[in-house]
């Protein structure tokens, strides 16, 4: 757990406030593929710090596909919907091909 104070000028006031984070660095990319058809997700932070679970999605070699963020309350809960991403892949005949790197 990090803490930091930051400063901030609102409407020529300054206001001073503490900001808590917790850093968690271990993001997770996952792809699955078909003959044709391929299912990437990634659980990542966004901007603010909050945990993202981002779905992109489509035919392979093509230009077209699909990307949805999901927002996740916690780094744990993104886990369990990239697990049930991960079973519902497998029971449609996808192939995971690949994998996070082991740091």
């Keep these: ?3 930091r104070l930051c400063y901030g000028i609102i409407s020529f ?36 710090g909050q945990w993202v679970l981002t779905r992109i999605w489509g035919r392979r070699g093509a230009r077209l596909g699909r990307v949805v963020h999901t927002a996740c309350a916690s780094y744990q809960e993104g886990q369990q919907q990239l697990a049930a991403v991960q079973v519902r892949r497998q029971q449609r005949g996808y192939v995971l091909v690949s994998r996070p790197r082991a740091e």
Excluded at 20 to 43: D, Q
């Design 1 to 3: 757990m990090f803490r």
């Design 13 to 48: 006031n300054i206001v001073l406030y503490d900001m808590v984070s917790y850093y968690i660095t271990e993001w997770i990319r996952l792809r699955w593929e078909k003959a044709t058809r391929y299912y990437e997700v990634y659980l990542h932070p966004d901007l603010w």
